[in-house]
């Protein structure tokens, strides 16, 4: 993938995206209207694209990517030197996963969501 490409994702997951847990594993996830945008995602990330949202007269039709545990850490990786505003959550989510499970994974989770409510710039 090249440069330009990951900037690009990056950009929109910054905007978009989401860094948090389930279930006590490392979940990355975009929420769009805009399908083919989580569909560059899926073909160089993996994971999976669902409905979120099946639309009606008030609202559009929006769809969810998500991925878990390694991939969702593949993810941050190649798109942490980019981010501006979810730099922060992207190092946290990097590195929770090398936690072992307990207080300290409880205490990232925490400055997760805790960095969810804030707005950070570089």
Same mark, same amino acid.
Not at 51 to 68: A, Q
Not at 110 to 122: I, P, Q, V
């Given at each position: 993938?090249?440069?330009?490409?990951?900037?690009?994702?990056?950009?929109? @997951?910054?905007? #978009?995206?989401?860094?948090?847990?389930?279930?006590?594993?490392?979940?990355?996830?975009?929420?769009?209207?805009?399908? +083919?945008?989580? #569909? /560059?995602?899926?073909?160089?990330?993996?994971?999976?694209?669902?409905?979120?949202?099946?639309?009606?007269?008030?609202? !559009?039709?929006?769809?969810?990517?998500?991925?878990?545990?390694?991939? *969702?850490?593949?993810?941050?990786?190649?798109?942490?030197?980019?981010?501006?505003?979810?730099?922060?959550?992207?190092?946290?989510?990097?590195? @929770? !996963?090398?936690? +072992?499970?307990?207080? *300290? !994974?409880?205490?990232?989770?925490?400055?997760?969501?805790?960095?969810? /409510?804030?707005?950070?710039? /570089?």
């Amino acid at each position: 993938m090249t440069e330009k490409e990951l900037a690009y994702l990056a950009g929109f @997951f910054d905007g #978009e995206g989401s860094i948090g847990t389930a279930g006590g594993s490392l979940c990355v996830r975009i929420t769009n209207t805009y399908k +083919p945008t989580l #569909e /560059r995602y899926q073909a160089a990330f993996g994971g999976a694209i669902d409905v979120h949202n099946t639309g009606d007269e008030k609202t !559009r039709l929006s769809w969810v990517w998500r991925v878990y545990g390694a991939k *969702a850490q593949t993810v941050l990786e190649a798109i942490e030197p980019f981010l501006v505003e979810k730099g922060p959550q992207a190092y946290l989510g990097i590195h @929770f !996963r090398e936690l +072992p499970k307990g207080s *300290a !994974r409880t205490r990232v989770q925490e400055a997760l969501g805790l960095l969810k /409510r804030t707005t950070h710039h /570089r």
